[in-house]
């Protein structure tokens, strides 16, 4: 597979989710049923190359949900919904802005009173007459959208069909509350309506006021152990080719056994991750091992099954589980481990939960490893995979599933004045608050970043987090882990401003730069995708404060892999040792936090050097990396280092 690559001013920009994927798959070979090429796994599940074996089939299909609508009290009407969608998308003295949120009102309508299937061949009708301007993920609008096959021609060797989206859609259209979930879908979604700025926190909600003990971090103790911080999987256990667009049109052709820029991860690129790493350091000092998510491959949705995502799911964690043994990974879910991708629904849409299912895969596969208890489990299976649970060195880990505040989860697009619809943030405040009370340490661990571009979190639950994390920090919380953008990055939350609580309500926008507070660390990916090398991270942390004192960077180059007979790894950077320069002038016995790597965005704004250095690192050393032309580019990423939320990273332009 592959990403589909954009530059703006000089920034390179992934394309996730809800951006729109090359169609790639329509002229692959078949998957090979016959066991062959198989790869050593050390005990785990038995993996092969190239598409054999017993990887579920491109064409399976997944019931679709059960409807909620029509709504109680609602019965059909005999509206004529096509003849007023032409006429909407029609009318010349309109914006597009205009065009959307009155075809989504339309679409509204209909959900509440109309049986699924009306409203679904109405959003297909939609997409079809708008034409290119509607990215999509799947061959077709109707295999995009519809829950069955149209024809045999829909559905074939590398496509279901029907990806049963609409289904989902019309769910949230159903359930949208106000103009402003109308026209943030919009913005989202086409990109065709105003940016929604965030709404003012009423933290009163969510906890009591800071006190002056939660200011300062406690001294770490000059004692470490290693943890290992894995991000981005991706694995891909089909043929493993590409699409090139030449001159002659669209040539598919084989990629490396061993990886390639434009691909997922090739199970031999995959497990090569952990059989090379004691080439590098003493296994034996990893206490632990972080995964902030994203397992399956990026194919469309019309190619991804319910069956293909718990089969990648239990081939993934299986496979860690041999590699790591009694280290414990713990785990996070990622925007690509669902069906369909990046779909989550509050438990109060309907009587149970259309996605059940995936939570419970999840938090079983994690204590039956090991990685965490029965109580852990049971928390997770009935709240979004989302817990909280106790290392054995003291570290309060809480994992929160990020797709409740991602861009691509469209059950977000309803009740958006609500920054916590699912309640998993009110859980991490909580979880915070009783952490606080008995002196324990913090890591949360999530995907999707809140900040840095403001590109990929909405507004609302971003600045929600923020708040949370600033309440928090620098007493309880030690560290904030992502994954999600593939590249190696950093992302600071700073204190807010004085002016920034009036009336109870906080103005997340306000922030006080003189005041570094938290670290989010970025992981970078394990998948070379969007053209970028593969990595993952060893991190030194103090054994009795849990602050992070060290991160190492290992890649491997997958511009050299069709010269490998076995993928090749290699250490990359160090961080303390590549940003300890100039005026940053820190102590080697005190942590990587925030104030850190505040002055080392300081040493950025004077330096397009070492601007230019971060984003090489950031693509995992990659062939051919881009780098800041001037003093704007460079001003940018030093503001985008500086973002913990949405609005934060709009503001860098």
Known sequence: MRFQLAIDAG??????????????????????TNPQNSISNRGGPILYYNGSGDVPRYDETTPAPSPITPLPGRSPTNEDYPGKLAAILSATSSSRCDKCTQTVQLLRRAAVSERVPTVVDLLIRWCELVGDAFELNAASCYS??????????????????????????????????????????????????????????????????????????????????????????????????FNEQTGLGTISQAASRYGSLKCDTPADLAISTFTTMDQFFDRSKVEFAIFTGDILSHDE??????????????????TFKAHMGDTPVYATLGNHDSFPEAFASPNSLRSGNSFSWNYELHSSLWENNG???????????????????????????????????YRGNHYNFYDTANPDNSGVLAFLADELTACENRGQRVWIIAHVPTGYDGSQALPNPSALFHSIVNRFSPATI???????????????????????????LRDTRLLDSSKPLQMGFIG?????????????????????????????????????????????????????????????????TSPLNATFYDKVT??????????????????????NAWSCPDAICQQRIVCLIKSGSTAAGQACG
């Not at 979004?384 to 797709?403: E, P």
Request: proline residues 6%; contains cysteine.
């Open 602 to 623: 300081a040493e950025m704004a004077g330096s397009l050097e070492l601007v230019n250095k971060y984003i090489r690192l950031g693509t995992k050393s990659v062939i």
């Open 478 to 504: 030690a560290a904030v882990f992502f994954g999600h953008t593939h590249e190696d990055q950093l992302q600071i939350f700073y204190d807010f401003a004085g002016n920034s609580l009036n009336n109870g």
């Open 371 to 405: 990685w965490i208890n029965r109580d852990d489990r049971d928390y997770a299976r009935t709240h979004y995979g989302v817990y909280a649970h106790t290392t054995k060195q003291g570290l309060r880990m809480i994992s929160i599933n990020s797709d409740f505040w």
């Open 144 to 241: 995009q959208f519809a829950a069955t096959p149209r024809n045999q021609s829909e559905r074939g060797e590398f496509s279901s069909g029907a990806s049963q989206m609409g289904d989902y859609m019309v769910q949230v259209f159903a359930k949208m509350q106000s103009d402003a979930d109308v026209s943030t879908f919009c913005f989202y979604y086409r990109k065709l309506c105003p940016a929604p700025a965030p709404i003012q926190i009423d933290e009163s909600k969510y906890f009591k006021p800071k006190p002056p003990s939660a200011q300062v971090a406690p001294v770490p103790s000059g004692r470490t152990f290693d943890v290992l911080h894995i991000t981005d999987w991706h694995l891909d256990p089909r043929p493993y080719r």
């Open 524 to 588: 970078p990916s394990v998948a070379p995708l969007p053209g970028l090398n593969a990595g993952y991270q060893r991190l030194q942390v103090d054994s009795k404060t849990f602050s992070v004192m060290g991160v190492q960077t290992y890649i491997a180059n997958i511009s050299q892999s069709l010269e490998w007979t076995t993928p090749e790894w290699k250490f990359e950077y160090d961080a303390r040792e590549t940003y300890n320069i100039g005026g940053v002038n820190w102590p080697n």
């Open 11 to 32: 920034l390179l920009l992934l394309a996730e989710s809800v951006f729109a994927y090359p169609h790639v798959k329509r002229d692959l070979p078949a998957l090979d």
């Open 301 to 318: 949705n019309d190619q991804l099954s319910q069956e293909y995502v718990e089969w990648e799911e239990r081939v993934t964690y299986d």
